[in-house]
C-alpha cells in the first residue's frame, strides 16, 4: 500500500472570529494534560452507486473543505495557534491543518482484513506532529470509493465528548449545512464560570506528570473482546454479592489489569500493590448543570486499588477486581461536584496519581473509555463509519472502544516493549477474537 500525499491546506472559518474572541486561556485541567495529539481515523466504505471516480473524489473534498470552513465558525479556537509559553490559544484563524491524500494498491476492505499488518500502517492515514497548530486533518482516498478521515488534535484543548461534538457538528454541516444543526459549543466557561466561581489559590499545586514512554520504547496491540467473549467473562466474574452486573468496560479493565500485575510480578519478584485509572467525563456530574456543548477537558480519574497483602504473592481473582471496579465507578457515579469544586478535585486526583508513579512503589495502570462516544454515528453523508481506530501512544495506557456492533470492545495497548510479551499471555489471548496486531 502506497499513500501519496496530494495537496496540503490551511482551513480558515468561513466567518472571521471576532477580536474580542481572539484569546482563548486553558484551563488549569486543560494545562495539565499530556503534550500529545491525541489520534482518531474513521473508516468509510465505498458508496457503490457513485464509486470512487475523480469527480466524485473531487466534489468530495471541495463539499468537504466549505463545510470545515463553515464548521470552524462555531468551533474557531481549533483555527488558532497553540502557545506553549503562555498555555493559551491565539484564536487568529490562521486555519486547521488539511491534507489530501490516495490510496494506491489497496482497497479499503482489503486494508481492514489485514489484521497484522494495518496498525503499522495507521499514521499514514493522520498526518500531523505536534505542532502548533491546533487540528491536524487527512481524508486518504482509495481507488474503491472508500475514504479515511485521520484526526490529530491537540489534547490541550480536546476531550473525547470535545471531540465528537466537533466531529458531529462537521458531519451535520457536510450533509445537510448549517441551519439544521444545534451543536454550539462554548469555550472558556472552565475560566468564566468554574474558576471564577472558586478562588485561584485553592487549586493544588501541580506534581510534574510521569514521563512519557516515547514512540522508541513502546509498542502498541490491538486486542478484540467481541460480544461472546465478554459474556464468558461476565460469567468467570459473577458473583451474587455485586450490587449490579458488571459492564463491559468493568470486565476487560480487570483483566487487562491482572495480567499486568502478572507482568509486574514476574519483573519485580513479588505481587505490588496497584492502581486502575479511569478517566472519566464530569460534564453530568457538575451542579448546576454546565451548558450542553462546553468544550474542552472537563475529565477526572476514577482510581480503583488493589493491596497487596504481606507475602502473598497470589494474583487475585478476577472476580475481586470486577468487584473493586463496580464499587469505585459506582460510588463515581453517585458524587457529584459543585462548580467551585471541579478544578481543585480534578488536580488532587491527577496529584494522587502522579504522586504514586513517582515514588515506584505502587503500580498505576492508566485506561481511557471512548464506549458509548457516538463515533459510529459520525456520518458525513456517504454512511457511517465502518471501523474506528487510534494510532500509536507515546504513553502507556489502555484506550477501549466499541466494536462495530456495539457489543464488544477493542482494547488499544501502549506498553514498554519489554513488557508487552509478558503481558499477551493464555489469560488474555484465551478471551480475544482476533490475532495479534502491533505497531
Given at each position: 500500500m502506497e499513500v501519496q500525499i496530494l495537496c496540503t491546506k490551511l482551513i480558515k472559518p468561513s466567518v472571521p472570529t471576532p477580536p474580542h474572541l481572539r484569546t482563548l486561556k486553558l484551563s488549569p485541567v486543560d494545562q495539565v494534560q499530556y503534550p500529545i495529539k491525541t489520534a482518531v481515523v474513521l473508516y468509510y466504505s465505498a458508496d457503490g452507486s457513485t464509486g470512487g471516480t475523480e469527480e466524485v473524489e473531487r466534489q468530495r473534498i471541495k463539499r468537504l473543505e466549505t463545510s470545515l470552513s463553515e464548521t470552524l465558525t462555531r468551533f474557531y479556537p481549533l483555527a488558532g495557534r497553540y502557545m506553549k509559553d503562555g498555555n493559551w490559544v491565539d484564536c487568529?484563524?490562521?486555519?486547521?491543518?488539511?491534507?489530501?491524500?490516495?490510496?494506491?494498491?489497496?482497497?479499503?476492505?482489503?486494508?481492514?482484513?489485514?489484521?497484522?499488518?494495518?496498525?503499522?500502517?495507521?499514521?499514514?492515514?493522520?498526518?500531523?506532529?505536534?505542532?502548533?497548530?491546533?487540528?491536524?486533518?487527512?481524508?486518504?482516498?482509495?481507488?474503491?470509493?472508500?475514504?479515511?478521515?485521520?484526526?490529530?488534535?491537540?489534547?490541550?484543548?480536546?476531550?473525547?465528548?470535545?471531540?465528537?461534538?466537533?466531529?458531529?457538528?462537521?458531519?451535520?454541516?457536510?450533509?445537510?449545512g448549517m441551519d439544521d444543526h444545534e451543536i454550539?459549543?462554548?469555550?472558556?466557561?472552565?475560566?468564566?464560570?468554574?474558576?471564577?466561581?472558586?478562588?485561584?489559590?485553592?487549586?493544588?499545586?501541580?506534581?510534574?506528570?510521569?514521563?512519557?514512554?516515547?514512540?522508541?520504547?513502546?509498542?502498541?496491540?490491538?486486542?478484540?473482546?467481541?460480544?461472546?467473549?465478554?459474556?464468558?467473562?461476565?460469567?468467570?466474574?459473577?458473583?451474587?454479592?455485586?450490587?449490579?452486573?458488571?459492564?463491559?468496560?468493568?470486565?476487560?479493565?480487570?483483566?487487562?489489569?491482572?495480567?499486568?500485575?502478572?507482568?509486574?510480578?514476574?519483573?519485580h519478584g513479588r505481587l505490588r500493590t496497584s492502581e486502575a485509572a479511569h478517566t472519566i467525563n464530569l460534564r453530568q456530574r457538575i451542579v448546576p448543570p454546565l451548558p450542553r456543548w462546553s468544550f474542552g477537558n472537563l475529565q477526572s480519574r476514577v482510581t480503583t486499588t488493589f493491596v497487596a497483602a504481606g507475602d502473598d504473592d497470589q494474583l487475585p481473582e478476577l472476580k475481586d477486581l470486577v468487584g473493586l471496579l463496580i464499587y469505585s465507578f459506582t460510588k463515581s457515579k453517585e458524587t457529584v461536584l459543585r462548580r467551585e469544586d471541579v478544578f481543585a478535585s480534578s488536580l488532587q486526583k491527577r496529584n494522587e496519581l502522579h504522586e504514586a508513579a513517582e515514588k515506584g512503589e505502587v503500580d498505576v495502570y492508566m485506561f481511557t473509555s471512548w464506549c458509548r462516544f457516538p463515533f459510529y454515528q459520525v456520518d458525513?453523508?456517504?454512511?457511517?463509519?465502518?471501523?474506528?481506530?487510534?494510532?500509536?501512544?507515546?504513553?502507556?495506557?489502555?484506550?477501549?472502544?466499541?466494536?462495530?456492533g456495539g457489543d464488544g470492545i477493542e482494547a488499544w495497548l501502549s506498553f514498554n516493549k519489554k513488557d508487552m510479551p509478558l503481558f499477551l499471555q493464555d489469560d488474555i489471548l484465551a478471551f480475544t477474537s482476533n490475532p495479534r496486531s502491533k505497531i
Open positions: 487568529n484563524d490562521e486555519g486547521v491543518e488539511f491534507f489530501v491524500a490516495k490510496v494506491k494498491g489497496c482497497r479499503l476492505s482489503e486494508f481492514l482484513s489485514r489484521r497484522n499488518e494495518m496498525i503499522d500502517q495507521l499514521s499514514d492515514l493522520a498526518s500531523g506532529g505536534f505542532t502548533s497548530p491546533v487540528v491536524s486533518i487527512q481524508i486518504s482516498m482509495f481507488d474503491c470509493g472508500g475514504l479515511v478521515m485521520g484526526f490529530r488534535l491537540c489534547h490541550y484543548l480536546f476531550d473525547a465528548f470535545s471531540a465528537i461534538s466537533f466531529f458531529t457538528s462537521w458531519a451535520t454541516a457536510n450533509r445537510q454550539w459549543p462554548t469555550f472558556g466557561l472552565a475560566n468564566s464560570i468554574l474558576l471564577g466561581a472558586a478562588n485561584d489559590l485553592r487549586l493544588p499545586k501541580m506534581r510534574p506528570m510521569p514521563r512519557l514512554m516515547g514512540t522508541d520504547n513502546g509498542v502498541t496491540e490491538r486486542i478484540v473482546f467481541d460480544g461472546a467473549e465478554i459474556s464468558a467473562l461476565r460469567a468467570i466474574s459473577h458473583d451474587p454479592s455485586f450490587p449490579r452486573q458488571p459492564s463491559r468496560v468493568e470486565l476487560v479493565t480487570a483483566l487487562i489489569w491482572r495480567a499486568r500485575m502478572r507482568v509486574s510480578r514476574a519483573k458525513f453523508g456517504w454512511g457511517k463509519p465502518v471501523r474506528l481506530s487510534r494510532i500509536h501512544s507515546a504513553y502507556e495506557a489502555a484506550t477501549l472502544l466499541d466494536t462495530e
